[in-house]
């Protein structure tokens, strides 16, 4: 079973919408999540890391938050534009293993006119 | 700086030929990783350096799977023999320290296709 589970799979807004995407995780022990953007024929980009301390970060007109109790972990993108249709993804790095990653399946974004 | 970069960008094959993937990551990085991206499905970890340690190969999915990477430079990934399931994105991956204390850059990919 994957450790990391995102939702929805795809969602569509409208241009100036804002959406959020969640991500839970059951990888243990903890070491970080991250959220990458990964846009269509290219290799994904971080967009956050957060670590077990971290409620929340932003990064321009994204914003992910944290809760390491429950597990979960979202994704807020604030006044979509066009270019933030993508498939997102939640990473999450086990303590254990510094360098193996679990990766969620994504979700995929598109925004439109 | 470059990024990683990965070639060829395409590649189209027949069942049971050999292919062999090149990734070059960013200069410095001593960590490099390779991944797998089915249509629809989340990365696999296939294969991991570190410096000039042993690699660990425990995501391989087949002995007809094979990497191989040059001090802390160039990496290949050989697919022997082919087969249809072997169609998919797959990733390479650098980091300047191994990826739980450093971020990981990505290439763009190599997609591959066997008919």
Not at chain 1, 5 to 20: A, F, R, V
Not at chain 1, 23 to 48: A, E, I
Not at chain 2, 87 to 98: E, M
Not at chain 2, 102 to 115: I, N
Request: hydrophobic letters at 25%; charged letters at 20%; glycine letters at 8%.
């Amino acid at each position: 079973k994957n450790q990391v589970e995102q939702s929805p799979q795809s969602l569509i807004i409208l241009e100036g919408k804002n959406c959020t995407l969640q991500c839970n995780y059951t990888v243990s022990p903890f070491s970080n999540l991250r959220w990458y953007k990964q846009d269509t024929g290219r290799g994904p980009v971080s967009l956050t890391i957060m670590t077990f301390s971290e409620n929340t970060k932003s990064n321009g007109r994204y914003t992910a938050t944290l809760d390491a109790d429950t597990k979960q972990s979202s994704l807020h993108i604030t006044a979509s534009q066009l270019s933030d249709s993508a498939s997102y993804i939640c990473v999450v790095t086990n303590s254990n293993s510094g360098y193996a990653l679990n990766f969620g399946k994504g979700t995929s974004l598109l925004v439109t006119p | 700086g470059a990024g990683v970069s990965q070639s060829p960008s395409n590649k189209v094959t027949e069942k049971g030929k050999d292919v062999e993937l090149r990734c070059d990551p960013i200069s410095g990085h001593t960590a490099l990783y390779w991944y797998r991206q089915r249509l629809g499905q989340g990365l696999e970890f296939l294969i991991y350096f570190q410096g000039n340690s042993a690699p660990d190969k425990s995501g391989l999915p087949s002995d007809r799977f094979s990497a191989e990477r040059t001090g802390e430079s160039v990496s290949t990934l050989t697919i022997q023999r082919t087969q249809q399931e072997d169609s998919a994105v797959y990733l390479c991956a650098s980091s300047y320290l191994p990826s739980g204390r450093s971020e990981q850059y990505f290439g763009p990919g190599t997609r591959l296709t066997v008919t």
